[in-house]
């Protein structure tokens, strides 16, 4: 039931849209008709417009006919001009209409991936020296007598070694290499690198003339370019 009603709604605003537009067009060129026989033709040709495969192909040169019959005036070019104005007004109603329920596609980053990702470039935008990068340390991490201290995000990254790089601002990208395999850092988006010991998430967060700051589990790391 619910499809049949969604069916003969359908049809109903085809046949108003297509009887208002050419009624303009009737209008716009003041030819003579009445408004039953516009409305009956509207109603025929959207009805015809329905039958699958070929059911246009059969509504245009009926509705041509009957613009014909109701308004009296020549088949060539009034009446098929007056129809084909009307169908190409009707398709660009129809693509104004999907375009307005579809909305907006393009994919969102979230409000806090995004406060975080600013966060991110904001505090890398000072490069580190060209001496050397920062001294990494983990200043939550307290070391226990009893086990061994954790290595550091720089030590983590030994291994990785800088092949090529590509500045563009927030498109900006980094090559590396690890355990005999490429990868792609892209900024801010997070990549996973198998390095020799452990596989890791690195994110890319600043690159420079020098280095690259990388963040690993939540660390900052540079990597030299060569």
């Not at 009805?47 to 245009?60: K, Q």
């Amino acid at each position: 039931m619910g499809d049949i009603a969604i069916m003969v709604i359908e049809y109903a605003a085809r046949t108003a849209v297509l009887t208002l537009l050419l009624w303009l067009m009737i209008k716009l060129q003041k030819f003579d008709y009445f408004f039953l026989g516009l409305l009956g033709s509207a109603s025929l040709a959207c009805a015809l417009d329905t039958i699958p495969y070929f059911g246009h192909y059969l509504a245009v040169p009926v509705l041509y006919f009957c613009i014909w019959k109701v308004t009296q005036a020549s088949l060539v070019p009034d009446a098929i001009f007056t129809v084909v104005i009307a169908y190409a007004l009707m398709f660009a109603v129809k693509v104004l209409l999907f375009t307005a329920l579809i909305g907006d596609l393009r994919p969102h980053i979230s409000g806090n991936e995004n406060d975080e990702l600013h966060s991110e470039v904001a505090a890398a935008q000072s490069p580190p020296p060209d001496a050397g990068p920062p001294p990494a340390a983990n200043q939550n991490a307290a070391a226990s007598p009893a086990k061994a201290p954790a290595k550091s995000a720089d030590e983590i990254l030994k291994d990785v070694v800088v092949k090529g790089v590509t500045q563009n601002g927030d498109k900006s990208m980094v090559l590396i290499s690890s355990n005999k395999k490429n990868y792609t850092l892209t900024m801010g988006q997070l990549t996973v690198v198998q390095t020799t010991a452990e596989t890791l998430h690195l994110r890319l967060v600043n690159v420079s003339e020098t280095w690259a700051t990388v963040e690993v589990n939540g660390e900052a790391a540079y990597l030299r370019i060569h």
